[in-house]
């Protein structure tokens, strides 16, 4: 255990001896004069003997008070040498946290434009459900889904959540053969559904006007994110309830097909959650002006096909 006098006294100390002048470390430190006189009072009588000899206009330092004040100082040097570069640690890397969902259909394919703009930058992304705790340092920022009703937090809305059920080309093709028509909603019920037990179903089939009883499904693929159930629909494993936006690639490229326009909501978005104290930290601000931009580009005319070509 180590026996020091309070540190608050110390670094007091540290600055009226630098200055020989009570008046120039309080202005230092912003505090009074009369803070300053007390702190030193207080270490003189920790150790014992005067530290300083008071004259006007000057305090001159007692011979231990001249022992005292190198090693002192080269201590705090020390201790804000320690803390820069933390603080430089810090400004140079950005950490965002955000849904398993949203980074691995979204972000990472887009987050390459934000590090060519900022090299200077490097960006850590931390996937998880789960909440964050902002101020304690867990991430600078956060991407979730949900109502946008976080206490204390800044949120910025990105995009509405919305859903329909897609598929692979291949899936969609095969059916349509063996129906001899195209694919419709109320087919949906007796085909292979990827989390068939999900609400998300029963309120798109309820928005559609075709009756659906989830708790019937008992088997079939039951996956832990959307990320996951989009790849499983591109596999040919079955419809998936996608967020058209997030698999805007997908469906441009072909891997995905949207075989019906209707889309539903259970009334989640996605939104940016910051701080409200945090907000023009640099490194915060910069990524923050470039999602939002991305968003804005992204939401033009959707890329998807309604049916394989």
Same mark, same amino acid.
């Given at each position: 255990m180590r026996r020091l006098p309070p540190l608050a006294a110390i670094r007091v100390f540290e600055a009226a001896a630098r200055h020989e002048n009570f008046t120039l470390a309080a202005g230092e430190l912003g505090m009074t004069q009369a803070a300053v006189s007390y702190q030193v009072k207080a270490l003189e009588d920790r150790v014992g003997a005067p530290l300083f000899v008071r004259e006007k206009g000057r305090a001159r330092l007692t011979p231990l008070g001249q022992r005292l004040l190198p090693s002192l100082t080269q201590a705090f040097d020390t201790m804000e040498a320690a803390f820069a570069i933390t603080r430089q640690e810090d400004e140079a890397t950005l950490t965002v946290t955000t849904?398993? $969902? =949203?980074?691995? $259909?979204? @972000?990472?394919? $887009?987050?390459?434009? =934000?590090?060519?703009?900022?090299? &200077?930058?490097?960006? +850590? @992304?931390?996937?998880?459900?789960?909440?964050?705790? *902002? +101020?304690?340092?867990?991430?600078?920022? #956060?991407?979730? #889904?949900?109502?946008?009703?976080?206490?204390?937090?800044?949120?910025? *809305?990105?995009? +509405?959540? %919305?859903? $329909?059920?897609?598929?692979? /080309?291949?899936?969609?093709?095969? *059916?349509?053969?063996?129906?001899?028509?195209?694919?419709? /909603?109320?087919?949906?019920? &007796? @085909? !292979?559904?990827?989390?068939?037990? %999900?609400?998300?179903? !029963?309120?798109? =089939?309820?928005? #559609?006007?075709? /009756?659906? %009883?989830?708790?019937?499904? +008992?088997?079939?693929?039951?996956?832990?994110?959307?990320?996951?159930?989009?790849?499983?629909?591109?596999?040919?494993q079955g419809f998936a309830l996608l967020t058209p936006f997030l698999w805007r690639g997908d469906l441009a490229n072909g891997r995905l097909v949207q075989p019906f326009e209707q889309t539903s909501t259970a009334g989640y978005a996605y939104w940016l959650v910051t701080p409200p104290e945090r907000l023009n930290v640099p490194k915060i601000k910069r990524f923050r002006e470039w999602l939002l931009r991305e968003m804005r580009s992204s939401a033009g005319p959707p890329a998807q096909q309604l049916r394989p070509s």
């Amino acid at each position: 255990m180590r026996r020091l006098p309070p540190l608050a006294a110390i670094r007091v100390f540290e600055a009226a001896a630098r200055h020989e002048n009570f008046t120039l470390a309080a202005g230092e430190l912003g505090m009074t004069q009369a803070a300053v006189s007390y702190q030193v009072k207080a270490l003189e009588d920790r150790v014992g003997a005067p530290l300083f000899v008071r004259e006007k206009g000057r305090a001159r330092l007692t011979p231990l008070g001249q022992r005292l004040l190198p090693s002192l100082t080269q201590a705090f040097d020390t201790m804000e040498a320690a803390f820069a570069i933390t603080r430089q640690e810090d400004e140079a890397t950005l950490t965002v946290t955000t849904t398993y $969902t =949203f980074a691995n $259909t979204w @972000l990472v394919w $887009t987050l390459g434009s =934000f590090q060519m703009q900022h090299s &200077d930058l490097a960006v +850590r @992304l931390e996937t998880s459900n789960g909440l964050a705790d *902002l +101020r304690g340092g867990d991430a600078d920022l #956060a991407i979730r #889904a949900g109502d946008g009703r976080w206490e204390g937090l800044h949120c910025e *809305l990105l995009m +509405r959540s %919305d859903f $329909t059920p897609m598929c692979s /080309p291949d899936c969609l093709r095969q *059916l349509e053969r063996e129906y001899g028509r195209n694919v419709r /909603p109320s087919d949906l019920p &007796d @085909l !292979t559904l990827i989390g068939a037990q %999900d609400e998300w179903w !029963t309120i798109w =089939f309820k928005d #559609a006007g075709v /009756p659906y %009883d989830n708790s019937r499904r +008992r088997g079939g693929i039951r996956l832990d994110n959307q990320a996951n159930e989009g790849h499983a629909a591109m596999a040919g494993q079955g419809f998936a309830l996608l967020t058209p936006f997030l698999w805007r690639g997908d469906l441009a490229n072909g891997r995905l097909v949207q075989p019906f326009e209707q889309t539903s909501t259970a009334g989640y978005a996605y939104w940016l959650v910051t701080p409200p104290e945090r907000l023009n930290v640099p490194k915060i601000k910069r990524f923050r002006e470039w999602l939002l931009r991305e968003m804005r580009s992204s939401a033009g005319p959707p890329a998807q096909q309604l049916r394989p070509s």
